[in-house]
């Protein structure tokens, strides 16, 4: 069984970074996909970034193209989303979702079989 455990979320002033971290454990080797999502309050879950494990392939949506990037560490089985120049719309949940396919594109939530508990993150202005 895949579990994904997210940490590094908080309080952070607008303009400010943070880098946020996905530990799985449970997989399997192949094709594999991990993405960063965002649930605002009172909207859908948002695809942010996703890195495929084949080829370190990475895409972004455009809210946070330029901002965020997405690495991973494979000796430790964990993804990093590092964000920076924060906004007050960044407001939210953020979820690490895995999934066994390989990543071609920015991967709808529909897509992955297994998710994170979530990590909060509160822009101030």
């Known amino acids: 069984e895949v579990q994904l455990v997210e940490s590094g979320g908080g309080l952070v002033r607008a303009g400010g970074s943070l880098r946020l971290s996905c530990a799985a454990s449970g997989t399997n080797r192949g094709d594999r996909a991990i993405g960063w999502f965002r649930q605002a309050p009172g909207k859908e879950r948002e695809e942010l970034s996703c890195?495929?494990?084949?080829?370190?392939?990475?895409y972004y949506a455009d809210s946070v193209k330029g901002r965020d990037t997405i690495s991973s560490d494979n000796a430790k089985n964990t993804v990093y989303l590092q964000m920076n120049s924060f906004k007050p719309e960044d407001t939210g949940v953020y979820y690490c979702?895995?999934?066994?396919?390989?990543?071609?594109?920015?991967?709808?939530?529909?897509?992955?079989?297994?998710w994170g508990q979530g990590t909060q993150v509160t822009v101030s202005s």
């Open positions: 890195i495929g494990s084949s080829d370190g392939s990475t």
């Open positions: 979702a895995f999934g066994y396919f390989a990543a071609t594109i920015l991967a709808p939530f529909r897509e992955y079989d297994y």
